[in-house]
């Protein structure tokens, strides 16, 4: 067993290798970007080494500031978790040049599987069956489009190296063909350093299947059984359970089998998952499947398995690591239950899913039977735009896949997020939908229903009024933000008085402004014995709302928290850079912070509406900012490579002329 390891990789990842390391006796180094400096996983480490500024490309890709931090404490292993180096076989390599044990599998089976362009060769040359594509060296953009028509619309471009749906691009027609492939080929190279992509068919209303594979260097591989992945947008997971619904006895040992044979072809060592499609949404005997990909890594939703068949799938890495037989011969490795997880991260589904970042004011998670939460922040944590939007995974187990849904749905109601917007109510809405509920799945549910699961209901004016009085009583500017706006008296208001409100006329009114999630708004409020109270029907839910929200914070701004929903109070701010900002046609602005990673545009350009400007890109993901409306660039206020802020300016536009 190894004595040290560095864990190359931060968040809610360093965290649970941790917690498997520390209980096996193995000690635990962090490395941390400046970014990071104050996150759990710095504090839970055994030792620390900073790495770099926040930018990953800067830290945490950073292959020799990793070794030489590993050097200066003794480790003599690393783990690369999963996500940023874990599938680069030249790491693995520098790894092991170094004299330390990489926790993975080896650099060979890495790059054999990890490009899906050779893994799907080998796949078939196993026997297993493989999507109708196009993986071959020719990578011109001419040559692509000509083997995206003769594969027949839809396409999926995929990037070769990597996956977690970065450089993936769904192409349903030849005109769009071209802008989705360079803008898959600029996410792949930001994401992986290979802007290499392949072109598959598109399977008709999938089911995502992948299985859980495990080999040992004495020529061992076992499957620890599968798990749906079906619930995705944008090709990123969303929510995953195991074991898959609906799963036919013969339909799983044919797909775990070949997920066995496709390890066992290149030697595999370590934790892997191999990923299929299977065609048409049912998983009966006969349903048509197809060879996707191996992730050669361990997965973001492996406790699922671990939740169903009781292992540490951690404690596997490090044993075979260093050089142990499997724990278990495969008939050993059954099912017990059902497992389902939830990705709760930080966006705003009811704004297009844009991320969200900033401090997390508050942040609880209920202690339930058969629920496990992986959290990478806790309250006082920053969200930053530098790296993914994840906040915690909450996975819920059971006898049944009812009871696993029952307390997954209960574990969202009682979580408590303030500050970033999260994706909780969007989740509760997904689980709780009837082709979730009766597991009718395909990787197109959520895009058909997205509608419907994101949709905004505005919090109780109730709990807005609740707001709005707490604000009041913690105001720090009292001469400024108690004086009457619309009096019924005629004498001034002493900030020193008691908050009884007592005086000798009528009760005092006032009219206050505050922004609520950034926009003005006007409330009515009344001071009497019992201190501030907004008045008007706007309040008349506030008994029912009061009983079931909360407030967080005491200064500017504050949180509203009610129905797995949330509203940021705050005074106005007149010289915001984003105040008055919003509607304009002519400006076209950053909706996030982020890096602008692409435009479009050269001052002077005819544009028309609806035209791409530019891209701005931040956790993980690409946000392409388009013309409001038909001009010409007036002015260009940023460089590729810049980093923005929320509303930064990022192009002007003149208004079209009568002859353009």
């Not at 005629?490 to 009528?506: I, K």
């Not at 106005?572 to 912070?593: E, M, N, Q, T, Y």
């Amino acid at each position: 067993m190894l004595k040290k390891v560095l864990i190359a990789n931060r968040g809610e990842i360093a965290l649970r290798i941790m917690r498997t390391a520390r209980r096996l006796g193995v000690g635990c180094v962090a490395v941390c970007s400046e970014a990071d400096r104050a996150a759990p996983f710095v504090a839970a480490a055994d030792e620390v080494v900073d790495i770099g500024p926040g930018p990953a490309s800067e830290s945490y890709l950073r292959i020799d500031k990793i070794l030489a931090a590993a050097k200066a404490t003794g480790a003599d292993g690393i783990h690369p978790g999963y996500g940023f180096l874990a599938e680069n076989a030249e790491f693995a390599e520098a790894v092991a040049a170094a004299g330390l044990r990489f926790v993975g599998p080896s650099p060979q089976a890495m790059r054999r599987m990890g490009g899906k362009a050779e893994a799907k060769r080998i796949a078939s040359a196993a026997g297993v069956p493989v999507i109708p594509g196009y993986q071959g060296a020719t990578q011109t953009p001419a040559a692509l489009a000509k083997e995206a028509k003769r594969i027949g619309y839809p396409v999926m471009i995929k990037a070769v190296a990597g996956g977690g749906g970065r450089g993936m691009r769904l192409v349903e027609r030849d005109a769009d063909f071209a802008g989705a492939l360079e803008s898959a080929r600029r996410e792949a190279a930001a994401a992986f350093g290979d802007d290499r992509v392949l072109i598959e068919k598109v399977i008709i209303a999938p089911r995502h299947i992948e299985v859980q594979v495990f080999g040992d260097s004495h020529g061992d591989v076992v499957h620890l059984f599968e798990r749906d992945c079906s619930l995705q947008r944008r090709h990123q997971k969303v929510v995953e359970e195991a074991p898959a619904p609906g799963m036919s006895r013969e339909l799983r040992q044919a797909i775990t089998a070949a997920a066995v044979a496709c390890a066992k072809a290149v030697a595999y060592e370590g934790a892997g998952t191999v990923e299929f499609l299977v065609e048409g949404g049912a998983l009966s005997p006969a349903a048509p499947w197809y060879f996707i990909e191996m992730n050669t890594r361990l997965q973001v939703e492996h406790p699922v398995t671990e939740a169903i068949t009781g292992l540490d799938l951690v404690e596997w890495q490090l044993r075979v690591a260093a050089g142990e037989p499997l724990p278990l011969r495969q008939e050993e490795i059954a099912i017990s239950g059902h497992a389902i997880e939830a990705r709760l991260c930080a966006e705003d589904p009811g704004n297009g899913f844009l991320p969200s970042t900033g401090p997390i004011a508050a942040f609880e998670t209920p202690q339930l039977d058969g629920l496990r939460v992986d959290a990478g922040v806790e309250t006082g944590s920053v969200i930053t735009p530098h790296y993914d939007s994840l906040i915690a995974k909450l996975i819920a187990s059971g006898r049944d896949r009812e009871a696993a849904i029952a307390r997954l749905r209960q574990a969202l109601e009682e979580t408590l997020v303030a500050g970033p917007k999260t994706n909780t109510h969007f989740l509760h809405a997904l689980i709780s939908d009837p082709a979730f509920q009766g597991a009718a799945l395909d990787t197109g549910l959520i895009g058909r229903e997205l509608a419907r699961l994101t949709r905004s209901e505005a919090l109780p004016a109730g709990a807005i009024g609740l707001g709005v009085t707490h604000m009041l009583l913690n105001a720090h500017d009292w001469a400024e933000a108690l004086r009457p706006t619309t009096a019924t008296l005629t004498e001034s208001y002493s900030p020193w008085s008691a908050q009884d409100g007592f005086q000798l006329g009528p009760p005092r009114r006032q009219t206050v402004r505050l922004l609520v999630d950034g926009v003005a708004n006007a409330f009515n409020v009344e001071w009497g014995r019992g201190g501030p109270r907004v008045i008007g029907g706007e309040a008349a839910d506030a008994p029912a709302a009061i009983a079931r929200t909360l407030v967080i914070g005491d200064g500017n701004p504050i949180y509203v928290v009610c129905g797995m929903r949330q509203a940021s109070l705050c005074w106005p701010a007149f010289d915001s850079p984003v105040a008055g900002a919003a509607s304009d046609d002519l400006s076209v602005r950053a909706p996030i912070i982020g890096r602008v990673a692409k435009l479009f545009v050269r001052e002077g350009d005819a544009v028309a509406k609806g035209d791409r400007i530019a891209v701005v890109e931040a956790m993980k993901m690409e946000h392409v900012l388009h013309a409001h409306s038909a001009g010409r660039v007036a002015k260009l206020a940023v460089k590729e490579g810049q980093q923005v802020t929320l509303g930064a300016p990022i192009a002007t536009l003149a208004p079209a002329a009568e002859n353009d």
